[in-house]
């Protein structure tokens, strides 16, 4: 009896490292984007602590001069642009993750064509088997029945 020999384990074999390499793609998007995300959240934590520190400072009965006062106005103006430009690396990223995403599935699905291929082909393969050993079942006992007669 021949052995199961699927004629596309190759390109089984190969489909799976590219599954494997889409895996490690999507995981390194997904921790650049929680990486942006965290980073989004120390800047915006960054921001309202030294708003509620110039609070502090502006308090009633507290006086405050010109130049600390442009210093903060600065400090905000660059700490909103660094959270301005971090939303669009955290937007890059979430579309990076989407594209990785959308890659994976899609060999995926082309993997589970090709399993699905291979499982039809043994269940034929095993079907084949079976018909060949009733065959020979038949043969011997149709030479038992000729010979006993």
């Given at each position: ?117 291979k ?7 095993k ?23």
């Amino acid at each position: 009896m021949k052995k199961f020999r699927f004629q596309l384990e190759t390109l089984l074999r190969v489909t799976k490292r590219k599954k494997d390499d889409a895996e490690l793609r999507f995981a390194e998007a997904s921790r650049k984007l929680e990486e942006a995300l965290q980073r989004q959240d120390e800047l915006n934590n960054e921001l309202k602590s030294v708003q509620l520190e110039y609070e502090q400072m502006t308090g009633v009965g507290k006086s405050i001069n010109v130049g600390q006062i442009v210093m903060y106005n600065d400090y905000f103006n660059w700490k909103r642009m660094q959270i301005a430009n971090q939303k669009q690396v955290v937007l890059m990223a979430q579309g990076d993750k989407q594209k990785r995403l959308k890659e994976l599935m899609e060999v995926m699905s082309y993997l589970k064509s090709i399993e699905q291929l291979k499982e039809k082909r043994f269940r034929e393969y095993k079907e084949e088997l079976m018909y060949e050993e009733q065959k020979m079942l038949d043969e011997i006992g149709l030479q038992l029945y000729t010979r006993k007669n």
